[in-house]
């Protein structure tokens, strides 16, 4: 079993709508949580860090649940720019090694 | 620039050509990461310096992989004898402070990506 896992989708969705993403990670040690984007043939760059009691950005919102290990991001209205793919960062404590996820892809359609 | 910078930003090998990599972090940056991505999949740690210090090489595949930092700033990942498997995206990121357990914002390059043929 893979240390973080996301659903690869891809996640097809029309202007507008609502859409959320899970990550599950496996160790329960794990303290440091953030998202990434990663446009096509682009490098990765940071979307937002994931705080215990959730937070929210504009349209983007994150949760995480470490009950069930795992944190989720969920994205309101979404625009056509929305489209990227979308990796899923673990770090585990006393470690700085940051684990990511394969990636979810998003396609925002007109 | 401000950013992190990174060339050659294409590499085409012949299999067992040796390759060398090159990543400028942005000034003053402590950490600096290698990542490997593979098609389809997330960055894969491949080591990590902390100033000039290698503190894990713990990801690097083979020991025909080899990284330096030597005035803790540019870095250089070096590839021997390169395998098609060795076919991917080679990123390098960096953090302001030290790879703390809290976790620091990473800044990425823009990448190289090597094919050996």
């Known amino acids: 079993r893979k240390e973080v896992e996301q659903d690869p989708g891809p996640f097809n969705v029309p202007e507008g709508a609502t859409v959320a993403f899970n990550c599950t990670y496996s160790?329960?040690?794990?303290?440091?949580f953030f998202w990434y984007r990663q446009d096509c043939r682009k490098e990765p760059k940071l979307l937002m860090s994931?705080?215990?009691s959730g937070n929210e950005d504009g349209r983007f919102t994150a949760q995480l649940n470490r009950a069930s290990q795992y944190i989720s991001l969920l994205i309101r209205d979404s625009k056509l720019s929305d489209s990227a793919t979308y990796l899923c960062?673990?770090?585990?404590?006393?470690?700085?090694?940051?684990?990511f996820g394969r990636g979810t892809s998003l396609i925002v359609h007109p | 620039g401000a950013g992190v910078s990174q060339s050659p930003r294409y590499k085409v090998a012949k299999r067992g050509q040796d390759v060398a990599l090159r990543c400028d972090p942005i000034?003053?940056?402590?950490?600096l990461f290698w990542y490997q991505q593979a098609l389809g999949q997330g960055p894969e740690f491949l080591t990590y310096?902390?100033?000039?210090?290698?503190?894990?090489k713990s990801g690097l595949p083979s020991d025909r992989f080899f990284a330096e930092r030597p005035e803790g700033s540019v870095s250089t990942l070096k590839i021997q004898r390169t395998q098609q498997e060795d076919s991917a995206v080679y990123l390098c990121?960096?953090?302001?402070?030290?790879?703390?357990?809290?976790?620091?914002?990473?800044?990425f390059g823009p990448g190289t990506r090597l094919l050996v043929l």
């Open positions: 990121a960096s953090s302001l402070l030290t790879g703390t357990p809290l976790g620091e914002t990473q800044y």
């Open positions: 160790n329960s040690a794990s303290q440091s």
């Open positions: 994931v705080y215990s």
């Open positions: 960062v673990v770090s585990s404590g006393g470690s700085y090694i940051p684990t």
């Open positions: 000034s003053g940056h402590v950490s």
């Open positions: 310096f902390q100033n000039e210090a290698q503190l894990d």
